[in-house]
């Protein structure tokens, strides 16, 4: 059993009447809804408004996989919480970060670039390219999907290089954009995953709800462990290594 | 001086008068042209009708850099000319491969994979991302460039992945393609760039220009050297290391 | 069922009396007899002497994971065996090679290098360490483990920057080498495992034996099909996406 | 003119006399009075104890290339100045990154992971292999070199994976460690040199020397920008691209 949980930062679709008919209990809600139909895994939420965002040593603990969603108050986020994700992350937990995340605390603290892109809301269609299409994320996806609507993402991103690009998005306005970048940091693996802008119903198509729940699959641990940094002895000794920091 | 060697498949530009109208003395003198425009370049050219394809181990030996443009003829080239070429790389030249040279033999056998790709020719509008604006090879390009016509060519583009992905081409039918592509293989640097195809004057654009010329410095060679694969003493041995195979 | 085919040059086991000794049946035997002891390993061999090197099209095919070993015949194996090797990769079948199959046609043909490296036969102790130690390959191996006696690989090994890294060899001669490096190339996965020295019991330590299990379980392919280079019409077409060569 | 900014915490150089004969100015001294022989580069430094740790935005942005080495004050480093040298590599300016320095702030935000490592006291010899001959960082330096006595560093190394791994070292009491590290993050370049430790003369070695400084001049950047998240019109918009936020 997987054990999932989406956080989300739950703003827009409170404050905002359109917003809210797209996503009436928020989108961790939907998301949570279309993870929960696959009985391999078990799905709990959080939003920014819970006691200390819904995040702690011991919930992360008990959390295989992250998913991420932020977008206006990344700043609200207390730094403590951020460290607290990216220690999971380094330790083996894996995380899914959605559209808007890219900017959030915890991605940019585990990628230690800016993560700035070029951005417009214009209503541009989508057409999201399958790259690697042996690639576990990417099963059952076709070699495009298209979205009629997305916020349009646009390059420079500045990311490091993906260990692994798996989608690339292109905009009819004229962009591009790495929309499907995948890392591995510590025992951590790292989904980014472009689509879902707050006023379309993103969450809502069939592709993009398949990649999603390829890669809590694809993500989640199959071993989980600090790495310390030990002093040891020399490998000869008898008494071997030993961890005195 | 870095020394540039463009070879040409040469067979449209004679074959067929549309192509001729775009480049009457073949594509490789249009790009010899432009390149020869700077001071620290100095250029020849090359085709398959050429004796041995005007390819020998003496002129590579003499060659910094080799541009490589094939189509329809890759398979006349002949198995022991792009074993030079092949070779000429790992020791340290630097490689070009224009547009549907994706496909030439020496590109192929140095990445290992088919190279293959998806393509159409509709007149597709492209736009071509910088995905890398500090790297030398985008050196002077804005966020993007337009070419109003070229042949399409989609993911997935069956490639290794690059060691650094500097340009993404959109096309208006909705594709998306790594339009630049860096790698490293043996001490020779390779860069594949996508814009090219015969039937429009592509290779006079400016920023095309601009991205070939600043590719012939970034890949011209430092070092240049056989790698062999040498029997050794121990480093304690006082004669070091011996190359006995 | 993951389907292996262990091959193997079977010559030194046959010619010398001191490694018959050590692998009486030749090492692919000693190979599949410990990947047999797994449930989900179903396992064949094929050897250099066998009709068309034991490799067609049908039986690679039927083979989820090939493990190839060979030394002092490599031009030996037909350019036609290496290429349905090599197609069978692209298009998903999983690939492990050991030690000198470093410079067997299909791995160079795969890497698109030399593959070259510095090599002494000295009985140098070899300590092997986990460079990452959440990937399945290293899974249930300590920080290192040693082997009394390999022969000494040494840096610059030529291949191409590995995807992942996962395991570097300390040689008490002093050498260093990047001992197990893991690869993707089109659909399929190619792990490098550097010890296994005919003249040493290699094959019969139980991280050695650890490690290439692991390794077959996660180079087995979850998809296998051959990329084309379809030509497309536009993704608006209604009849979409037409393969026509 | 290539101007360097010689970091160092200057600690132990004061207050234990082994290591002050080795440094009687510190560690910096040493440095910087090799790096000023090359004619092309410029020096100043700065440690610990100057006003603001000799760090301000202005410092920096008049610095081509920074040089770190800190051992056990790296926590006295405000998070503030961590935060300007982060920015300015991220904007282009080039880091290297000396030894214990892998536990820096700077280094740590910059890569986003533990950069943890194992390591002993035991004055083991080291032996440094060039795993990329033909890398200018590398260039003169032979197969290998060795320093008499290093503190041993050992895997696993949190790290991400390099964009570029040059260098390994070989340590007598049998470990192994990535000694030369390079990576690509926003518009600048870092590279990771382990050699270093306080207690031996490692920066009076000439291969040493040399490496820092083929680094200084490859990590000088050639393009120094703050990448933006600027919102965008249409690319077909005449006024074009306009930064609005």
Redo the contacts between chains.
């Keep these: 059993m997987i054990r999932v949980l989406v956080w989300n930062e739950f703003y827009h679709e409170k404050a905002e009447e359109a917003i809210k008919a797209i996503y009436p209990d928020g989108l961790h809600k939907t998301i949570a809804d279309f993870l929960s139909a696959d009985e391999e895994i078990e799905v709990r939420t959080a939003t920014l408004d819970d006691e200390n965002c819904g995040i702690s040593r011991e919930i992360l603990d008990n959390t295989d996989v992250l998913i991420w969603w932020g977008h206006m108050r990344h700043k609200l986020v207390p730094d403590e919480v951020a460290s607290l994700v990216?220690e999971a992350v380094?330790d083996?937990m894996g995380a899914i970060f959605l559209h808007s995340a890219h900017?959030s605390k915890p991605f940019k603290?585990?990628?230690?670039?800016?993560c700035?892109?070029?951005?417009?809301e214009?209503e541009d269609r989508e057409?999201l390219?399958?790259?690697?299409?042996?690639h576990?994320i990417t099963?059952d996806i076709d070699?495009?999907f298209?979205l009629d609507h997305e916020e349009t993402y646009?390059?420079?991103?500045?990311i490091?290089?993906p260990?692994?690009?798996l989608l690339?998005?292109?905009?009819s306005?004229?962009?591009?954009f790495?929309s499907g970048c995948l890392?591995?940091?510590?025992?951590g693996k790292i989904f980014y995953f472009q689509p879902g802008h707050e006023a379309f119903p993103t969450f809502k198509v069939p592709e993009v709800q398949s990649i999603i729940r390829n890669a809590v699959h694809f993500v989640a641990?199959?071993?989980?462990?600090n790495?310390?940094?030990?002093?040891?002895?020399?490998?000869?000794d008898k008494d071997g290594?030993v961890i005195e920091k």
């Design positions: 990216k380094l083996g900017h603290a585990l990628l230690g670039t800016s700035n892109l070029t951005w417009r214009s057409v390219w399958v790259i690697e299409p042996s576990p099963k070699r495009f298209t646009g390059e420079p991103f500045t490091p290089t260990d692994k690009l690339i998005g292109n905009f306005g004229g962009e591009v790495r890392y591995e940091r510590g025992n641990p199959t071993y989980r462990q790495i310390t940094c030990p002093h040891v002895r020399t490998i000869n290594y």
